[in-house]
Nanobody, 126 residues
């Protein structure tokens, strides 16, 4: 069973930056899409960003465009989320997700992903 481990969360002031990482336990595991989601208390999990393996197409939620950047290290099976100009509304638990079924696209909805990390807390507050 593939395990995904997120790191890099923490407490940051508004306007600050954080870089999240998500590493896969099995470097030989194939993926077709990687994504970051977040969930604030009392709210549904929402897609933040994703990247497709085949063509490196990326997608972002409107709320993070221009502030967040998704990237990956294919050899190390690691995906990153660089978060700049953080706002209090970015607060939540951030999850990475992994799709091991064939596709040429990535998705900002939860259903297409079949592996999930445990999450890392991001708190933006002064």
């Amino acid at each position: 069973q593939l395990q995904l481990v997120e790191s890099g969360g923490g407490l940051v002031q508004p306007g600050g930056s954080l870089r999240l990482s998500c590493a896969a336990s099995d470097s030989t595991f194939v993926y077709y899409a990687l994504a970051w989601f977040r969930q604030a208390p009392g709210r549904e999990r929402e897609g933040v960003s994703c990247i497709a393996d085949s063509n490196e197409v990326t997608k972002y939620a409107d709320s993070v465009k221009g502030r967040f950047t998704i990237s990956r290290d294919s050899a190390k099976r690691t995906v990153f989320l660089q978060m700049n100009s953080l706002k209090p509304e970015d607060t939540g638990v951030y999850y990475c997700a992994w799709r091991s079924f064939a596709s040429t696209n990535c998705f900002l909805t939860t259903n297409p992903y079949n592996h999930w990390g445990q999450g890392t807390q991001v708190t933006v507050s002064s």
